[in-house]
């Protein structure tokens, strides 16, 4: 079983649409949780990052972490053609350690 | 503001040839430092990290090397390429002490034909 699991899609959704994008882990010492979206041919960037449980807004993005059932969301509101890229979830216990990432999920846009 | 730069962007390469692929950040130091290479749906592996000018340690004990002769340099080598070396390679940076969040370059995708 991988530690931290994420479905590849691709998933295809219209202009304007609410996304959610999802993993499950197993490690329970996860502490620190990432999302990155990553363009094709390009380096990930980071989106958002949270500490434990709990939601996180930052403009049409909302991340969310439910470390009771180890399972970590992206939403993204009111989706636009420019939010078409891979999505990836990365964890980590915290400080220097490894840095654990999801497999990635594409996402498409239609306009 | 910090900056993290990657070349070449791109490199083909026969197998059998040596690699060097360098990484440098600017606007920080003393940064931890990391390699990755991401293959098609496989996500990211960690092969390096670096905590300190010369101070290496490896994930994936390949063909491949890392060395940090400078507090924001980071090469990748390799004396002979593999097939199994063509991807995309990442380098990533840690800033501060009780930072966790890792920003990466641009990349550089090797293809060993």
């Known amino acids: 079983q991988k530690e931290v699991e994420q479905d590849p899609g691709p998933l295809s959704v219209p202009e304007g649409a609410i996304v959610s994008l999802n993993c499950t882990y197993s490690?329970?010492?996860?502490?620190?949780f990432m999302w990155y979206r990553q363009y094709s041919r390009k380096g990930p960037e980071l989106l958002m990052y949270?500490?434990?449980?709990g939601n996180k807004e930052d403009g049409r993005f909302t991340a969310q972490v439910d470390k009771s059932s180890k399972y970590i969301s992206l939403f993204i509101r009111d989706s636009q053609p420019s939010d078409s890229a891979t999505y990836l979830c990365?964890?980590?216990?915290?400080?220097?350690?490894?840095?654990?990432f999801g497999t990635g999920t594409k996402l498409q846009v239609i306009p | 503001s910090q900056t993290i730069h990657q070349w070449p962007a791109t490199l083909v390469q026969p197998v059998g040839s040596p690699l060097s692929l360098e990484c440098t950040v600017e606007?920080?130091?003393?940064?931890?430092l990391y390699w990755y290479r991401q293959a098609a749906g496989r996500g990211l592996q960690l092969l390096f990290y670096?905590?300190?000018?010369?101070?290496i340690s490896s994930e994936v004990p390949q063909n491949l090397s890392a060395s940090r002769p400078q507090d924001r340099q980071f090469i990748l080598s390799s004396k002979k390429l593999l097939l199994s070396d063509s991807g995309f390679y990442l380098c990533?940076?840690?800033?501060?002490?009780?930072?966790?969040?890792?920003?990466f370059g641009p990349g550089t995708r090797l293809t060993v034909t």
């Open positions: 990533a940076w840690v800033g501060t002490v009780s930072s966790y969040e890792q920003y």
């Open positions: 490690n329970s010492a996860f502490q620190y």
């Open positions: 949270t500490y434990s449980s």
């Open positions: 990365a964890m980590t216990i915290g400080g220097y350690q490894k840095v654990t």
């Open positions: 606007g920080t130091s003393n940064p931890n």
């Open positions: 670096s905590v300190g000018i010369g101070q």
